[in-house]
């Protein structure tokens, strides 16, 4: 008979402890198991919490203090002014107070001059900041002044090296300073350095920009759409009583427009403006002075065109030199030309056009065939890899051999590379050259190559009596090469930029070409010593006025120079003489040839020209010129300071922590992934 007495007390006891205890461990196991499903135990988990909360911390600390709306410079669309974060490595914008444009414009060349204010509204230092600004294609700064306070420094164009060498010297000692970059082709910027806690600084800078003209309009178009910035909390943004800025909160434009033809129509795409008139020029001022906008100032003008082409100049005296600019403007009505064309059409088919871009040319080339006439001659080359001609020589546009044309080029497809030289030179020998013809090259391609000094110097070289015309369809072309091909090729370039436009864009080209308003084009001056650019000039076309610059000695015993221009206008000789004489109030002239003439040097260094020559030759005329180019740069520095302000930007640099390139709080988020990672090597120890 088993027994059933109670077992003692501490018997018990012992029992219900060892059971716990082997639960506890099983439950310890499983964490353990859990955690090592991570890679983690309990005080990875610790480490890794505390990190989650500085993080979440700093996070919210960055956005209390209004941090958080950084700027991208590829967004950039109009002038601002920013302070640089060195612990996040992000910019930031500070308070725009006014913004003021004076604009001359003579012909094809307008000079600006814009001022902007803006406000450091916080407590504290801007140690490093920067001023971008986006530029139109063929702008260039030349003038830089800036006030900061009640200091005023005015930038010295130098060699680039020494240029940053004087900046960060000056940025070291604690002075103001500012030096002109160039971010990317149609970004310019403007390093600052050391701001004061609530301060006005405000930047001047007076530069150029060749205007366009598109189809039967000039166009000016100000940077100017800006929406207000996040101000941070706790801060004022009215400015203090002693500051430089008037008009807070507003704009002002004002152009005085010669355009150097009698004008049709003077129009503002967005704003309202007022017009006066002053003889041959017009003075134009924007009426509302709302600060914020969403547009940007779009001025356009349209010149009254004859029957038959007209010439303008504009020139000035500088230093024993006269710099003139020649525009010549083609006719409004154009008779087709009596001379016969032969067209070859080259078509890029390489990896880089696949998808829409292939397509959109393809019916854009298919397009161009069938608007030839039984007159024309015409060849289709097509290229990736390798080139593939669809005649030996160029044929009649028959309609058998449009019809062998079509099925050619419906069946290309896009694949391969980028071998642009053998199709070039299949366009360009002569069994597709044909005397006593407009022989016109039509080139579509996206000009994604990298050999593009080899491929302008063959077209340079193999051109001939031929005219190069390439065409870029889709968003994001290879503009640079593009148009300097077409420079070379002495035609012109066209971007398609949307793919809806393709049929109406190819379609007012192709009228182009069909009617080219003067041919042969040619100048003879009257004196020796003429640097004229461009040396080789193209053809004159409908809705492409034609601009040369030229640099002459002035001789007064001999007087004014002058130069008959001239040209085959369909089998009609036109020609017109010019007497250069300088009015004493157009400006720019002389650096706009200068302009011109580093292009040109920058062309010959590409095609292999002597570097050292050409260097030290570009770096002379950019001096003299105050021109910013690969070589020179534009620095201002105050040279006579506030020694407290010195001071203070020196103490503002220091920090209450250690601080490298990285900032404090990052170097301690790096600090606690080491202690991290060697609690794991401990751990596995």
Do not use: C
């Amino acid at each position: 008979m088993k027994s059933t007495k109670r077992k003692s007390i501490r018997w018990e006891l012992e029992q219900l402890a060892q059971q716990s205890g082997k639960k506890n461990k099983e439950n310890h196991s499983e964490k353990n198991r859990n955690y090592k499903k991570l890679g983690l135990n309990w005080k990875d988990v610790v480490i890794f919490s505390l990190v989650l909360f500085y993080t979440t911390l700093y996070q919210i600390n960055v956005k209390a203090k209004g941090l958080d709306t950084a700027i991208d410079f590829d967004d950039i669309s109009s002038g601002m002014m920013m302070r640089f974060n060195k612990n996040t490595g992000e910019y930031h914008s500070l308070y725009l107070a006014n913004t003021e444009y004076e604009v001359d414009v003579f012909g094809l060349l307008a000079t600006i001059k814009l001022k902007q204010t803006f406000f450091n509204a916080q407590n504290d230092w801007v140690t490093e900041g920067v001023y971008a600004f986006p530029m139109a294609d063929k702008s260039a700064v030349y003038q830089l002044k800036m006030t900061v306070g009640e200091r005023v420094i005015e930038g010295e164009i130098h060699e680039k090296k020494q240029a940053e060498y004087i900046y960060e010297q000056a940025k070291a000692e604690g002075l103001t300073a500012t030096m002109v970059k160039q971010y990317r082709p149609n970004i310019f910027t403007s390093d600052i350095a050391n701001i004061a806690p609530l301060e006005a600084i405000s930047v001047e800078i007076t530069y150029q920009m060749s205007l366009e003209y598109n189809q039967s309009y000039y166009e000016l178009r100000l940077p100017m759409a800006i929406k207000p910035r996040y101000i941070p909390p706790n801060t004022d943004p009215q400015l203090p009583v002693d500051s430089n800025i008037t008009d807070f909160g507003q704009r002002v434009i004002n152009v005085k427009l010669d355009a150097g033809f009698e004008l049709d129509e003077i129009r503002s795409l967005h704003h309202n403006i007022n017009i006066a008139q002053d003889f041959d020029v017009h003075k134009v001022k924007l009426s509302d002075t709302q600060l914020y906008d969403q547009n940007d100032f779009v001025l356009r003008w349209y010149p009254r065109l004859e029957g038959t082409p007209k010439a303008a100049y504009f020139s000035e005296i500088q230093d024993g030199f006269e710099y003139s600019m020649l525009m010549v403007m083609p006719p409004e009505v154009t008779e087709k030309s009596s001379k016969p064309r032969n067209m070859t059409f080259i078509m890029d088919t390489s990896g880089s056009m696949h998808g829409q871009a292939l397509n959109q040319s393809k019916d854009a080339l298919l397009f161009a065939l069938s608007e030839l006439d039984a007159s024309s001659f015409f060849n289709v080359i097509d290229f990736d890899s390798t080139a593939k001609v669809l005649f030996p020589a160029s044929r009649k546009a028959t309609p058998d051999n449009i019809s062998l044309a079509l099925d050619f080029v419906d069946g290309f497809s896009s694949d391969g590379g980028t071998n642009m030289a053998p199709a070039l030179q299949i366009a360009m020998q002569r069994e597709n050259i044909k005397a006593g013809y407009l022989n016109q090259i039509i080139f579509m391609t996206d000009g994604s190559v990298g050999n593009e000094a080899m491929l302008f110097d063959q077209i340079a070289q193999d051109i001939g009596d031929a005219r190069l015309f390439t065409i870029a369809i889709g968003p994001a072309p290879n503009n640079y090469f593009m148009s300097k091909a077409a420079m070379f090729g002495k035609g012109t370039y066209t971007h398609i930029a949307s793919l809806d436009h393709v049929n109406e864009s190819m379609s007012h080209l192709f009228a182009q070409l069909a009617k080219p308003a003067l041919t042969d084009l040619g100048v003879s001056w009257n004196t020796s010593g003429v640097e004229q650019s461009p040396s080789v000039i193209p053809d004159l076309y409908m809705d492409q006025p034609l601009v040369i610059t030229s640099k002459v000695p002035v001789n007064k015993v001999t007087g004014a120079p002058s130069f008959v221009i001239s040209g085959m206008n369909n089998d009609k000789t036109w020609s017109e003489q010019i007497t250069l004489k300088s009015d004493g109030e157009t400006t720019g002239i002389a650096r706009l040839w200068a302009r011109n003439k580093v292009e040109e040097m920058t062309d010959d260094l590409m095609l292999g020209g002597n570097y050292d020559v050409l260097k030290q030759e570009i770096i002379d005329l950019a001096l003299k010129h105050h021109l910013i180019t690969e070589f020179t740069a534009m620095v201002a520095v105050d040279r006579n300071p506030d020694a407290s302000r010195m001071a203070a930007a020196r103490a503002a640099q220091q920090v209450a922590y250690p601080q490298g390139s990285l900032g404090w709080r990052w170097n301690l988020l790096i600090g606690l992934m080491m202690m991290i990672s060697a609690l794991m090597i401990q751990r596995k120890v």
